[in-house]
């Protein structure tokens, strides 16, 4: 089957997004799929099963797959993106700034806050994301160098995660979650507009690996105001 399944699910997810399918309506048949992308149906479901992880559509046996209203997803997390790949969904403007970038020691206080090993060597790094000219994320990044390699400011403008797998051919496997709400502190109030607001959502990520190597961790701080996160669940 190989990753042609990958092809056809980014095929069909664009063309939701792009609104050639339209909420409500009646997907092709699997069979139809079949024919349009000279494939099998194996294929073709499993492609169909991403989308409706993701949301985007609904299979109701003995009626076929229908489109659901998609544009309230923002930041899902049934699936691990980089914010280049939300960014790109939603059709949002964003654009990154790096205000710091330095190397660090993962020593005890770090291990303890990043899980990451300790005695390692780790990029640090802020970046700010930024909308309608407002700072409202600041992500809190640390990746051990051993794992990304020669990792620079320029490529933590654009996608850090495409840069580890398209140029270091690592692949990433999965992370852990942990939300919170938070009081702003001083680096939230110096990086980001926070108007009125004295408190933060933050996201904390322990990225690994598919061998189960953890290499990042990642405090991303948002302004409340202006994002909302969701899940897709299916009563089995």
């Not at 000279?38 to 993701?54: C, F, K, P, W």
């Not at 996608?159 to 702003?184: C, D, P």
């Not at 108007?195 to 933050?202: E, G, L, M, P």
Request: proline share 2%.
């Amino acid at each position: 089957m190989g990753k042609k399944y990958m092809c056809i699910y980014e095929n069909i997810k664009n063309d939701i997004l792009q609104g050639n399918y339209k909420p409500g309506e009646k997907f092709p048949s699997e069979n139809d799929f079949c024919k349009m992308y000279n494939t099998s149906r194996g294929t073709v479901r499993r492609a169909l099963d991403m989308l409706s992880e993701e949301g985007l559509v609904n299979s109701v046996h003995g009626k076929g797959s229908f489109v659901l209203e998609n544009n309230q997803i923002t930041f899902s997390f049934g699936n691990l993106v980089s914010f280049a790949e939300v960014s790109s969904i939603n059709g949002n403007e964003f654009s990154t700034s790096v205000p710091m970038f330095e190397e660090v020691l993962i020593d005890e206080v770090l291990h303890e806050k990043t899980s990451l090993e300790k005695g390692k060597e780790a990029y640090k790094l802020y970046r700010t994301r930024s909308l309608d000219n407002e700072n409202i994320i600041l992500d809190v990044n640390y990746f051990l160098k051993d794992n990304v390699l020669n990792l620079t400011k320029k490529i933590a403008e654009k996608s850090i995660y495409k840069y580890i797998e398209e140029e270091l051919n690592t692949k990433i496997g999965f992370a852990k979650r942990i939300i919170k709400i938070e009081q702003a502190n001083s680096i939230d109030k110096k990086y980001l507009d926070m108007k009125s607001y004295n408190f933060i959502v933050v996201v904390k990520n322990f990225v690994y690996l598919n061998n189960g190597t953890q290499f990042e961790y990642t405090e991303s701080r948002h302004r409340p105001d202006r994002f909302e996160f969701s899940d897709f669940a299916r009563r089995r």
